[in-house]
């Protein structure tokens, strides 16, 4: 087994942090929709008061994959949830335990932190993801539907009423 180690994300991650969001996309069919660059992922995770987060995972010395994650919030529980943004494991290093290492730490992130969820998305057809988080008792929330504004029918409904 590969030695497994997690560390917060740094600024001069920057760089391996955008090409591992884009091999993801890649890897999901949508390079083409990447539109974050080193700059702006430095403004997000690296500012005095940071809304999102990273995790780079190595596997005996190498760069396995990372995490990025945020936190959002139940007003049922009146809790924090921990909201698992991108995961990603290089194909040549899967299989060692790094996505469950990246799960795990964060999982017991949450718990520590007091909040009352984990939740991420995986694609309907990423049948090797989905057989990956059931097998430790992750569930679909199939009774929900996501819903998404975005490009210009995000700035169109902006706009509305103006």
């Known amino acids: 087994m590969a030695e497994i180690s997690i560390r917060k994300a740094r600024p001069e991650d920057c760089a391996l942090i955008l090409r591992l969001v884009r091999d ?6 949508a390079l083409d929709e990447v539109e974050a660059t080193e700059a702006n992922l430095h403004d997000l995770l690296f500012t005095e008061h940071p809304r999102v987060f990273g995790l ?15 936190y959002n919030f139940s007003s ?3 809790r924090l949830g921990l909201y698992l943004e991108d995961l990603y494991v290089d194909p040549a290093q899967r299989g060692k335990g790094a996505g469950k ?5 964060l ?5 520590a932190e ?12 990423n049948e090797p993801a989905i057989r990956f988080y059931e097998s430790f008792g992750a569930r ?6 996501g819903y998404r504004l975005a490009g210009e029918a995000l700035q169109a409904f902006a ?4």
């Open 140 to 145: 679909p929330q199939s009774e929900w539907t």
């Open 56 to 70: 780079i995972c190595e596997a005996d010395g190498e760069t396995a994959g990372f995490a990025l994650y945020f």
């Open 107 to 111: 999982a017991r992130q949450a718990v």
């Open 76 to 78: 049922w529980l009146g």
């Open 24 to 29: 993801l996309a890649l890897y999901e069919r």
């Open 114 to 125: 007091g909040c009352g969820r984990f939740e991420w998305n995986v694609l309907d057809w």
């Open 101 to 105: 290492a990246l799960l795990q730490y």
């Open 159 to 162: 706009r509305a009423g103006d």
